[in-house]
């Protein structure tokens, strides 16, 4: 009896993530995908789509942050330089995640987009 209801928990988290898996791979193209996706999500909330949500808007405000760095001579512009490389490895991974149904956190910032983000739902 218990296989069946664990089975069928699994059925249902599984069928969930595939609903928002198309709005989780949107949020991650570009800011204007970001928000097509976060009002897509906002008419039929999905815990999925709300979770990439998140992180790439978490994404997109430490890119922000780097473009801003990259004012500064010399070392901001190497540390946009590098950033610039570790965004690129973070969308990738993101986008990863969303296509292969994964709540998993960024690497590095992962964890405090979660924190940071709570409150989108």
């Known amino acids: 009896m218990e296989s069946v209801k664990l089975e069928t928990n699994e059925t249902s988290s599984t069928s969930l993530q595939e609903e928002g898996k198309t709005t989780a791979i949107i949020a ?3 800011i204007i995908g970001l928000i097509i996706a976060f009002v897509i999500n906002n008419e039929k909330k999905n815990a999925f789509a709300s979770y990439h949500i998140r992180q790439s808007l978490g994404l997109a405000l430490t890119a922000l942050v780097l473009s ?3 004012i500064i001579p010399i070392l901001g512009w190497i540390i946009s330089f590098l ?4 965004i690129v490895y973070l969308w990738v991974m993101g986008l990863i995640n969303a296509i292969n149904l994964k709540e998993k ?3 590095i910032l992962g964890k405090k987009y979660e924190e940071w983000f709570k409150s989108i739902k």
Request: aromatic share 24%; net charge neutral; proline share 15%.
């Open 105 to 107: 956190p960024l690497p």
């Open 28 to 30: 991650y193209i570009t």
């Open 83 to 86: 950033g610039f490389f570790l």
């Open 68 to 70: 801003l760095i990259n």
